[in-house]
């Protein structure tokens, strides 16, 4: 049947006033047998005193959590326009401002609805009405700074509810103080908390109460590394959570099962559900998520392109999803590679500004763990996203001190995936050893620590070797290290190393150069050479990269003519050069190296062969793949 219209409701319910008609036909959605039903719950001077206002608190949404129900939101603004007791203009208030959590553009319009509704509250003395305005408040304003003082709000909450009789209530205030808990990186405390909420739900009968008990000890597992358990858990909160009818059923089956698909190296496929989710959801930074899957799943470019996308609006933001959201970019801009032109780590030619403020938002919470919403994941300690981004911002010292942070409050948490990837990352001695030992054992994907990177930041390059990281000027020896690591194992000509890269052919129909030509074409490239070393010394990267250009079209023409005029001891001769040439110039590369990334330079140096062929023929002790910019612009 379709939903009747507002006048095809008067008709039904003859002798209504017209704001009632309206709010019933709000509260119905049109559906003619729930509009019976609401009629006869409310009667003018009965409950609350004003049928419309009883009737926006009662409804309950027919949205999911963050999907804005327009049909109550308009109800709740009718109700707050009318007359009302404070004790009920205070609940209307602190209700229209918690649905307003759906709509990320009305910040100042929750804090200002909650401010009132508080203010109200307070002044009637009544303990239920303040026990259900700070539960609302602490829902409508989700302020993740404030989690010791929202576990004083919790307590508050407890101690009315109490006192006014109102079990749901206190149900309310339990669960704030395992959020809260769980904040503060206090997860025995937070279980125990947890416990007592579930029991007490019991008692009064909330079937709700016990899935969402579920999830949260689903998530609890997943921290620990018990991923058998959560899976199973996961299996019951799906079955309970649909039994029971609970609209956020899907959402919270499909949060756990994308940790554990991406814990177990199986990132790609959640990609697509969650650009739906922020399709669906706008404003609520699905995006950043997606971009940590991808960077998960490897697909950097895409990654880094939903990094630049959603960036400036996260830093902006807030609601629910922000703190997660900003330690999801902060993940990205710590693991992605980029090309030349994207720079690398959201930086703009070399300026690292987007990583500072990614530090920046994120620093006030070091000492905390990421939580999203109301702890239904939790994705690790801040400060293991501190240090990734101060070694980004080549501040090595502090790094350190952020990583030596988070293994500390992991060990003590028995966090062991977040361990793994911890102590890959920091790389001290041992590290990567017990991060592969314990990724092993508990079937987690292998630690990102075991990817090097090599990267081109816009004039400079940067290398980060597990805990090792430095950033170098450009010189030909970067390029030519770039090309070896590229294809392990590969063997590489040296013409072909010093023209451009593995593979160079020259071009079809290129004709033989006589002797002079071949002579003048030698004088040059000897000139381009002693300059190409003069602008390497000189740190005159521009210069570089024109003679490298030149000296590279100047190898080109000599090999071409070679090759064509059968003439093998001039080839012999240019391909000796190259050699010469390739191999002082990674020479140069691994003499800076040794000073500043001692660990990286020795596997190079026991990793790299020389001769009329290059490779880079991994030792032990290395990464098990590199991530470079390619020279295309291609993450390999």
């Not at 009920?88 to 307003?100: K, M, N, T």
């Not at 101690?159 to 025995?188: C, I, K, N």
């Not at 880094?304 to 830093?315: C, F, G, Q, S, Y």
């Not at 050699?579 to 990793?607: F, I, M, Q």
């Amino acid at each position: 049947m379709d939903p009747l219209t507002e006048a095809e409701l008067g008709l039904l319910l003859p002798g209504r006033p017209g704001d009632v008609i309206h709010a019933i036909w709000l509260a119905s959605g049109g559906r003619a047998d729930v509009a019976l039903e609401v009629a006869a719950d409310i009667t003018d001077g009965d409950g609350d005193g004003d049928p419309v206002a009883r009737l926006a608190l009662r409804v309950s949404s027919r949205a999911e959590f963050l999907v804005p129900d327009v049909a109550l939101l308009r109800l709740l603004e009718s109700a707050a326009a009318r007359r009302l007791p404070s004790e009920v203009r205070a609940r209307v208030l602190i209700r229209w401002a918690r649905e307003l959590l759906s709509d990320p553009s009305a910040g100042d319009r929750r804090r200002d609805l909650a401010a009132e509704a508080v203010r109200l509250a307070r002044d009637s003395g009544d303990a239920g009405t303040l026990a259900e305005v700070l539960d609302g408040q602490l829902h409508a304003l989700w302020d993740p700074l404030a989690a010791p003082e929202r576990l004083d709000t919790a307590a508050e909450i407890i101690e009315l509810a109490r006192l006014a009789g109102d079990a749901a209530l206190e149900m309310r205030g339990l669960f704030w103080r395992f959020t809260a808990l769980v904040e503060l990186g206090e997860l025995d405390a937070a279980e125990a908390a947890l416990v007592v909420y579930a029991r007490t739900g019991e008692l009064a009968g909330d079937a709700h109460a016990g899935i969402v008990t579920l999830s949260r000890q689903a998530m609890l597992a997943i921290v620990r590394g018990r991923l058998d358990l959560a899976a199973t858990l996961t299996d019951e909160v799906a079955v309970a959570g649909r039994r029971a009818g609970l609209a956020d059923t899907e959402r919270l089956t499909a949060s756990l099962a994308g940790r554990l698909a991406v814990l177990r190296g199986a990132a790609d496929a959640q990609v697509a559900p969650l650009l739906e989710m922020a399709r669906r959801l706008p404003g609520h930074f699905y995006e950043a998520t997606a971009a940590r899957v991808m960077a998960d799943a490897g697909r950097d470019a895409e990654a880094l392109l939903e990094l630049d996308r959603v960036l400036p609006a996260v830093l902006a933001g807030s609601g629910p999803r922000w703190l997660g959201a900003v330690a999801d970019l902060a993940f990205v801009a710590t693991t992605s590679g980029a090309d030349a032109d994207l720079a690398f780590v959201a930086s703009r030619g070399g300026d690292q500004g987007a990583v500072q403020q990614l530090y920046d938002a994120l620093v006030p919470y070091q000492g905390r763990l990421v939580v999203w919403g109301g702890a239904n994941m939790v994705t690790g300690p801040v400060d293991d996203l501190l240090g990734r981004l101060a070694g980004r911002l080549g501040r090595a010292g502090e790094a350190r001190e952020h990583l030596d942070r988070a293994v500390v409050q992991e060990e003590r948490l028995g966090a062991l995936p977040w361990l793994c990837v911890t102590l890959a990352v920091r790389g001290r001695p041992g590290d990567r050893e017990r991060a592969r030992s314990l990724a092993a054992r508990l079937g987690v994907a292998v630690a990102p620590g075991d990817e090097w990177r090599l990267l081109r930041d816009g004039d400079d390059w940067f290398l980060e070797a597990g805990a090792e990281t430095v950033r170098l000027r450009d010189v030909r020896g970067l390029h030519y290290l770039r090309t070896l690591i590229s294809s392990p194992g590969s063997e590489i000509a040296a013409l072909d190393l010093v023209s451009g890269g593995a593979g160079l052919t020259a071009p079809p129909g290129e004709p033989v150069l006589d002797a002079g030509a071949r002579g003048a074409y030698r004088a040059r490239l000897a000139t381009v050479e002693e300059r190409l070393d003069e602008a390497d010394r000189a740190g005159d990267a521009t210069r570089a990269s024109e003679l490298a250009a030149e000296r590279a079209a100047l190898v080109a023409e000599l090999r071409a003519a070679t090759g064509l005029g059968g003439r093998p001891r001039l080839q012999s001769a240019e391909a000796e050069r190259a050699r010469v040439n390739a191999t002082r110039a990674l020479g140069t590369v691994l003499s800076r190296l040794d000073k500043v990334t001692p660990l990286a330079a020795g596997h190079l140096r026991a990793s790299l062969r020389t001769g009329s062929h290059f490779r880079y023929q991994p030792a032990a002790g290395g990464p098990r793949r590199w991530r470079v910019s390619s020279q295309h612009g291609l993450s390999l």
